[in-house]
């Protein structure tokens, strides 16, 4: 069975930094790529970032880039996401998926196409 389970939001000050994991199993990293999706209330599901265990592509999107790091621990089936220099805007429920990956070059930051969702995890950031 399939899992993927988030932790580490929380509430933090403008400017502060937040660390989430995205502990997976039922799969193997090496055919797949994770992503980090958001979603804040009243919006569309956002990507945030994508790491693929396949050829090791990162993607991130524009809003989060150079703020926000993706990392994987293969040894602890993690997929961590550091996040630095965070603003009120970045509040939102942070989801990990993952996507089975067949060719190289497959890290998507469109939720639509991924397989598999974990339950997310709040992230609130105070002005």
């Known amino acids: 069975e399939v899992q993927l389970v988030e932790s580490g939001g929380g509430l933090v000050q403008a400017g502060g930094s937040l660390r989430l994991s995205c502990e997976f199993s039922?799969?193997?990293?090496?055919?797949?790529?994770i992503g980090w999706f958001r979603q804040a209330p009243g919006k569309e599901r956002e990507g945030v970032s994508c790491i693929s265990g396949f050829d090791g592509l990162i993607k991130y999107g524009d809003s989060v880039k150079d703020r926000f790091i993706i990392s994987s621990d293969n040894t602890k089936n993690t997929v961590s996401l550091q996040m630095d220099s965070l603003k009120p805007e970045d509040t939102a429920v942070y989801y990990c998926?993952?996507?089975?990956?067949?060719?190289?070059?497959?890290?998507?930051?469109?939720?639509?196409?991924?397989?598999?969702w974990g339950k997310g995890t709040q992230v609130t950031v105070s002005s």
């Open positions: 039922g799969f193997t990293f090496n055919d797949h790529s």
């Open positions: 998926a993952a996507l089975h990956v067949v060719v190289g070059g497959t890290c998507p930051l469109r939720d639509l196409f991924m397989d598999y």
